[in-house]
């Protein structure tokens, strides 16, 4: 039986969770709809989601502050909704584990468009890992198991990855001392083109580095190449 995707709409606004639910359904999605932080967590704890879409703006618990809460709670995908021009939202967005955003107003259609880019993107981990799926990989201090997406360091403290984090620490892995610009890591992990001021991969560059580097403003797993994007800085090997 093919899967219906079950999309959980948070937005304080009830013309755009009726609008946005209604196309969805007509395009073959399950949709249930939140006006608030508690009403999503009450409606999340009795289901099962494949993607949160995520308004900024709302009344008592914030779009950035419940992406922040989800992304450290597992890994569910989140697509932000943001006010148009309103790029600091879009870009703590990203640093605290959004997937994708995009402005409003936008076109329903574009809206279809990344919603199943992430989806095609989040089906399993197998499908994140790539070539190294069901394999534990190591670098630099570090061991990640690609199938539970877990990553430990050699003294056994252990990191949590976001779905976004996850995708694209494997793409480095699957190439080590490869330098690989923003357009190309942008298409290898989220199949789709930069835009004018995408600022995307470094946001989640910035993230990966906090959470693996000793000390993330001077880099050395994962380096910053003038003029060219980022590389992975460290030999990567197979575990037995």
């Known amino acids: ?3 219906t995707p079950h999309i959980m709409i948070v937005d304080d606004s009830p013309e755009i969770r009726n609008a946005v639910g209604k196309y969805l359904e007509k395009n073959g999605m399950r949709i249930t709809k939140a006006g608030d932080a508690v009403e ?3 409606k999340l704890a009795t289901g099962q989601y494949d993607l949160v879409i995520l308004d900024v703006m709302m009344p008592g618990e914030d779009g950035i502050s419940i992406c922040r809460r989800l992304s450290s709670e597992g890994t569910l995908p989140i697509l932000m909704l943001t006010a148009l021009g309103e790029e600091m939202d879009r870009i703590v967005g990203l640093e605290v584990g959004a997937d994708d955003y995009l402005p409003k107003p936008f076109n329903p259609r574009e809206l279809l468009a990344r919603i199943k880019a ?3 993107r989040s089906k399993s981990p197998k499908q994140h890992a790539g070539k190294l799926s069901g ?3 190591a670098f630099s201090n570090w061991i990640l198991d690609t199938d539970s997406r877990r990553l430990i360091s050699s003294d056994g403290v252990e990191e949590t990855l976001t779905t976004s984090e996850f995708k694209l620490l ?3 892995l699957e190439r080590p001392r490869m330098v690989l610009s923003r357009d190309q890591l942008l298409d290898l992990t989220a199949g789709r083109a930069a835009t004018m001021f995408d600022r995307t991969i470094d946001n989640q560059i910035s993230r990966l580095r906090r959470k693996i580097e000793n000390n993330s403003a001077r880099p050395r797993i994962i380096t910053t190449v003038r003029s060219g994007g980022y590389c992975l800085a460290a030999d990567v090997k197979e575990t037995s």
């Open 135 to 137: 394999r534990q990989i």
């Open 170 to 172: 494997t793409v480095l």
């Open 1 to 3: 039986m093919k899967h």
């Open 40 to 42: 999503m967590d009450t």
């Open 118 to 120: 992430i989806l095609r």
